[in-house]
């Protein structure tokens, strides 16, 4: 059996966030960068993780190389993929099938849904794991990032949604996925292995369909989301609506779940009240946002279910508008 490696897909906040504490706690592992320049910024300065308050917490030397430049068919990897689903293109895909062999495991942080299908249908016969992460990340340059809220991952098998009710992708063997618990958890990482992971998935794209678009449009933090009446509002308009679609769409409806998930969603904003959202970061860099697989994810599961969403409608159309033009 191959000796088990891994590699961290992506360059962003949540991939130097997992590549730091991974390298600081003495494991090692390559980071996989969209380009060459940020690869040999991390191979002559190493990786900085720094706190909430931006001091400086680590600095450790790690191994780097843009995913052009990676090795082919490498057997015994587990790929951290921390790439947003706008990264998951199809020339991506096609440097994923040379640089993994079959047995490659792929854990996939993505936010919104729909990832687990293409990677499944780009990389057939590859296990996957589907992971939820509630860690907050900033990237400060391309060799530096700011852990901005502790939170915990969860991983378990990857749900496909599809039109309908959700299937799953083959999973990592049970020694793969300890494998997995055992790099994270001595990370760390607070990680559980997940037997519900449709319930974790469309509870993060809950919490996500409105701290997202919401963060972007009103160009602020996480926390300062739930600091007036007026934004309180918009809040529990998007939540209540998208809620009632994800109950619709696999996720559980039990006595004072509302409350429950509300009160989720506020602990979300105070564990990571100095975080900018990856939809905000975007926004200001110019970038294309993951709106589609976020917000009009919520919205094609409504009208597969026959279910008003105007308010998702709503904010997908502004997002996008942002960019237009």
């Not at 618990?181 to 037997?195: D, M, Q, R, T």
């Not at 007026?230 to 209540?240: G, I, K, N, T």
């Not at 294309?288 to 279910?305: F, K, Y």
Request: net charge neutral; aromatic share 2%.
């Amino acid at each position: 059996m191959a000796k088990t490696s891994v590699a961290v897909l992506g360059g962003g906040s949540l991939g130097l966030l997992l590549a730091a504490k991974i390298a600081a706690s003495g494991q090692e592992a390559t980071v996989w960068t969209r380009s060459e320049e940020q690869a040999r910024s991390l191979r002559d300065n190493g990786l900085a993780l720094k706190d909430a308050d931006g001091n400086l917490l680590t600095r450790t030397a790690v191994r780097a190389c843009s995913l052009g430049e990676a090795p082919s068919r490498q057997e015994g990897l587990i790929v951290l993929n921390a790439l947003k689903q706008t990264g998951l293109s199809d020339s991506l895909f096609g440097e994923l099938r040379r640089v993994t062999a079959q047995d490659a495991a792929i854990v996939s942080f993505c936010n919104g849904i729909g990832h687990i299908e293409r990677i499944a249908e780009a990389l057939p016969g590859r296990p996957q794991l589907a992971a939820a992460a509630t860690e907050g990340a900033l990237r400060e340059g391309p060799a530096a990032v700011r852990h901005t809220g502790s939170g915990a991952i969860w991983a378990g098998q990857a749900p496909r949604f599809g039109g309908g009710n959700a299937d799953y992708a083959p999973m990592p063997t049970e020694d793969r996925r300890k494998d997995i618990e055992n790099i994270l958890g001595s990370a760390g990482f607070s990680i559980y292995l997940s037997n519900n992971m449709i319930e974790r998935m469309l509870r993060k794209l809950l919490v996500n369909s409105v701290i997202n678009p919401l963060t972007a449009l009103l160009r602020i933090r996480n926390g300062e989301l739930a600091a007036t009446g007026d934004r309180m509002a918009l809040m529990r308009a998007l939540h209540e609506e998208t809620r009632t679609i994800l109950h619709a769409s696999g996720l559980p409806e039990t006595e004072g779940a509302a409350s429950e998930l509300w009160e989720e969603l506020l602990d979300v904003c105070a564990r990571t009240s100095r975080n900018e959202s990856s939809m905000l970061q975007d926004v200001r860099n110019g970038r294309e946002t993951e709106i589609e697989a976020i917000n009009g994810a919520v919205v094609r599961l409504a009208a597969s279910r026959g279910l008003p969403s105007p308010r998702n409608a709503t904010v997908t159309d502004l997002v996008r508008a942002i960019l237009s033009g």
